[in-house]
């Protein structure tokens, strides 16, 4: 199958900075990408859908000036978490979807977030 | 809108011993339908899915799951875990063409030796 990988796998930054996610497609190249949330013991979130080169569109309730999403190219998309607060920590799963990968959706390993 | 529930939050089972997974959906069509699993800090694996035909599918890693349209389920299965086998697993449903599927809570699985 597609190869999705995601950087850092982890990550912890001080309460008030940013941090940027990233997603790449290494063996396809994505048309669109999608960034989820995960709670602890809980499901996963759709935050928002990127596709190259348009402005992403966000899932009702998700703050778009929190999570900036670009997806600047065929294989790449990043999520940055501004201003990053302890309520932001969390683990953030991007997958993705080309020509590729048919009708499934390929997922990333996910990032582990923490604001302290 | 389609909604996934997976009644059970824990499963424990002991290894060798067979496995059910729950999983029931609402969606007003026919619906396309995952099974993932996911590892401790680990991303989603697709196990199985269903889009159409034969009503049992076969899976990676021995699973498979039925659809059953009149109980509007998809239910995994394993004859025999393996203790490798203890992770987290998600049903989801989505709707046909669609990518993203809308995901169950998940079942934890516990495999004791």
């Known amino acids: 199958g597609a190869v999705v990988s995601q950087h850092p796998s982890w990550v912890i930054c001080k309460s008030g900075t940013s941090v940027k996610i990233e997603c790449r497609s290494l063996?396809?190249?994505?048309?669109?990408m999608f960034w989820y949330r995960q709670f602890p013991k809980q499901s996963l979130m759709l935050m928002a859908t990127?596709?190259?080169?348009?402005?992403?569109?966000?899932e009702q309730g998700v703050e778009k000036d929190k999570f900036l999403i670009n997806h600047a190219s065929l294989t790449l998309s990043t999520l940055t978490v501004t201003s990053a607060h302890p309520e932001d920590s969390s683990f953030y799963i991007c997958?993705?979807?080309?020509?590729?990968?048919?009708?499934?959706?390929?997922f990333g390993q996910g990032t582990r977030l923490t604001v302290v | 809108a389609q909604s996934v529930t997976q009644p059970d939050i824990h499963i424990t089972v002991s290894e060798g011993a067979s496995l059910e997974l729950r999983c029931n959906y609402s969606?007003?069509?026919?619906?396309?339908l995952f099974w993932y699993v996911q590892s401790p800090g680990q991303g989603l694996q697709l196990l199985l899915k269903?889009?159409?035909?034969?009503?049992l599918v076969q899976g990676i890693k021995g699973f498979e799951a039925e659809f059953k349209r009149s109980q509007s389920s998809f239910n995994l299965r394993k004859p025999s875990v393996h203790w490798s086998d203890a992770a987290e697993y998600f049903c989801?449903?989505?709707?046909?063409?669609?990518?993203?599927?809308?995901f169950g809570r998940g079942t934890s699985l516990i495999v004791h030796p």
């Open positions: 997958s993705a979807i080309g020509q590729k990968s048919g009708t499934e959706a390929f």
């Open positions: 063996d396809f190249q994505a048309t669109t």
């Open positions: 990127s596709n190259e080169g348009s402005k992403a569109t966000y």
């Open positions: 969606y007003g069509a026919t619906p396309y």
């Open positions: 269903y889009f159409s035909g034969d009503t």
């Open positions: 989801a449903v989505g709707a046909q063409g669609s990518y993203i599927p809308t």
